[in-house]
């Protein structure tokens, strides 16, 4: 009598520990879930963020060469003054581009980072 108690207590504490885990693993396949969709929601907002100003600087860029071209009297004078400028500003990023991909790595990962439980 004493051994069929014992033995249906381990079936039982059998049960109760691989319904634990089997929940632990949802819970992390939750939260796992969360993490990607916060990441992937910041990084289109990102992505819009950056083709909007790429339309702007686009416009602003088309508009500095017609008023310089306009200015200098010669429209293609006015398009490559500004033409050397965006080389200048790649040729920048080129060489930033160490402390841009940090600080977009350090974004990320404090936003993979970040407590559920604050608010």
């Known amino acids: 009598m004493e051994e069929k108690k014992v033995s249906t207590l381990f079936e039982e504490m ?13 819970l992390l396949k ?3 879930y969360i993490k990607t969709s916060k990441v992937v929601g910041l990084l289109t907002y990102g992505l819009i963020i950056i083709l909007l ?6 416009m602003v860029f088309t508009t500095l ?6 200015l200098l009297e010669s429209m293609s004078l006015g398009y490559a003054i500004v033409s050397l400028f965006a080389i200048l500003i790649v040729i920048i990023v080129i ?3 160490k402390s841009i991909r940090s600080k977009f790595t350090n974004i990320m990962v404090s936003s993979l980072m970040d407590d559920d439980d604050k608010k």
Do not use: V
Not at 53 to 58: D, G, R, T
Not at 65 to 70: K, P, S
């Open 14 to 26: 059998k049960d109760d520990l691989s319904g634990y885990i089997s929940n632990r693993l949802k």
């Open 30 to 32: 939750l939260q796992t």
């Open 53 to 58: 100003m790429l339309l702007a600087l686009i």
């Open 65 to 70: 060469a017609i008023y310089l071209g306009e």
């Open 95 to 97: 060489f930033a581009r």
